[in-house]
Structures are given as structure tokens and as C-alpha cells.
């Protein structure tokens, strides 16, 4: 579904600066149609790069990103987005704080001319009862809500565009232990439904543990280990990596 082949990324340093800091270097990796793929890492490692890059944010220096065989830089906006989406680590940021949290859900499936009015409410009246939330929460604001139901209407401002690819950055990071669960539940019941493909961006070794098919784990920009999560677990190329994937949080 999703193949990067050999991707590197730099920055520039600073303003004045022609320095650059290579943030991705040389990265291989394959992710299958309707399972999880993890990337693992510390912060900074350059593993929201790597999302960038494939959401077509970014264009890589080097290298080449495939979706079903397309370079996201050459997909328009709309195709894009019915592809695929993005949930942050922060959803609260991803919402106007001045717009009813209805508005913001109903925004992207309106920009995108997607069914009528009725169709739209009535995509968002199912997502909201998958999701279990009540349908008064739509006409709050963003500030008027919980991380974990900021979350979770992110989830569904993503789905009404039905796309076949989640990038999930760190989703649950800002959550408590028990919303963290909650919501990595929810996800892994909306991939079994929908056949959602996953690209699972976190530094908590347990989380990527459970959820992922398979795990890259990255450690300044490059990928140290690669494979099914459980033989990576299991038996781990370097004696360190074993290390920092059993302190959980890495
Ligand atoms: N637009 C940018 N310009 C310059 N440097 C950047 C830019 N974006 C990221 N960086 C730097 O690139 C490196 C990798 O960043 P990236 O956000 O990809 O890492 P990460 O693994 O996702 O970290 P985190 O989990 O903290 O978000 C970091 O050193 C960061 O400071």
C-alpha cells in the first residue's frame, strides 16, 4: 500500500545558515493494505518527518514514496485527503477554538462537495454512535471538551472523508493511561470495520507493542530494526535496542 524506498530528508539549520541537519537518511520501508505499521522512536528522530513526507508535506531529497503506486506529490489536494489523513497528538489544535466542534466536523466533507446535507449529518450521526459520543458535544467548542473526546472527534473528521490510510502522530501521548487505551481500542475496532491501513508514529514501546503488525524502530533518522513487531521484541539485532525497547518509553 505504502512503499518508501531509500528516503532522505535534511534541514536547513538556521536563517542565515546553508548548513543543513539530516533528519531522515537513506530509509526503506513497505506497509501492507489493512494492518498496522509502526515507526518507534525518541523525540527527534525524525519520525513526523517521515509522516510529512508521505502525507506529500514534504518532498524527500532522495528517494521515493509509492501509495498504491503514486507519489503523494503528485496527487491533487482532494484525491489526497480521500486517501489519506492525519491525527495529531494535540486534536484540540486541529479544531477552530471559535467554531462549534459540529461545524469543524461538517468543514472537510463540505470543501469537498461530499453528499448533500442530510447525507453529511447523517455520516456524522453514525460516526458519533460508533464512537460513542453524544451528539449534544457538536455544539460546543473545542475548549469545552476532554483530550479524549477532542481525540476521538478527530478520528471522525478524518473518517467522513473515508480514507484508506490513517497517519496517527503520537495520538495518544497527551493522553491519561486509561484514555490512551480507550482510543487505541477505538482504532484498532475502526481498522477491523473498515479495513483502515495504519502508520502508528509513537515513542511508547508498549503501545507500538500492541498495536503494530510491524515496527521500524528509528534512531536518529535511520531505521535500526525492522521487521514483524514480535520478532523485533523478541530478538532484537542490537543488545541496546533490546534495552530501550523494554524501558517502554523511549
Ligand atoms: N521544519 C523544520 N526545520 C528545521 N528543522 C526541523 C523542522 N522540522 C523538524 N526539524 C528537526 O528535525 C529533527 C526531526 O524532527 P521530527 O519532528 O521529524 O522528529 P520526531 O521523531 O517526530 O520527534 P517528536 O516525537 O519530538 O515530534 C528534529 O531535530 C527537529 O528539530
Known amino acids: 500500500m505504502i512503499k518508501a524506498e531509500h528516503i532522505s530528508k535534511s534541514y536547513r539549520q538556521g536563517f542565515f545558515s546553508s548548513r543543513k541537519q539530516e533528519v531522515v537518511l537513506d530509509i526503506s520501508f513497505h506497509m501492507k493494505k489493512g494492518t498496522t505499521f509502526g515507526l518507534l522512536g525518541s523525540s527527534g528522530c525524525g519520525k513526523s518527518t517521515v509522516a510529512r513526507m508521505i502525507m506529500g508535506i514534504l518532498k524527500p531529497e532522495k528517494g521515493q514514496i509509492l501509495i498504491e503506486g503514486t507519489d503523494p506529490q503528485a496527487m491533487d489536494r482532494k484525491t489526497r485527503g480521500q486517501i489519506m489523513q492525519m491525527i495529531f497528538q494535540q486534536p484540540e489544535e486541529s479544531f477552530d477554538p471559535e467554531m462549534r466542534l459540529g461545524k469543524s466536523i461538517a468543514e472537510p466533507m463540505e470543501v469537498n462537495e461530499i453528499g448533500t446535507a442530510a447525507e453529511r449529518k447523517g455520516k456524522i450521526e453514525a460516526l458519533m454512535e460508533q464512537l460513542n459520543l453524544p451528539m449534544q458535544i457538536l455544539n460546543r467548542y473545542p475548549h469545552q471538551i476532554s483530550g479524549g473526546e477532542a481525540q476521538r472527534l478527530a478520528i471522525i473528521r478524518a473518517l467522513t472523508l473515508e480514507p484508506q490510510i490513517l497517519l496517527l ?50 534512531d536518529q533518522g535511520r531505521i535500526i530494526e525492522y521487521g514483524p513487531t514480535e520478532q523485533v521484541f523478541a530478538e532484537p539485532k542490537e543488545k541496546w535496542t533490546k534495552e530501550l525497547l523494554f524501558s517502554w518509553q523511549i
Open 169 to 218: 502522530d503520537e495520538p495518544t501521548s497527551m493522553l491519561d493511561v486509561s484514555t490512551q487505551a480507550q482510543i487505541l481500542n477505538i482504532l484498532k475496532e475502526l481498522q477491523k470495520s473498515r479495513g483502515l491501513t495504519y502508520l502508528f508514529i509513537t515513542h511508547d514501546a508498549g503501545a507500538a507493542r500492541w498495536m503494530c503488525d510491524e515496527i521500524a524502530v528509528m
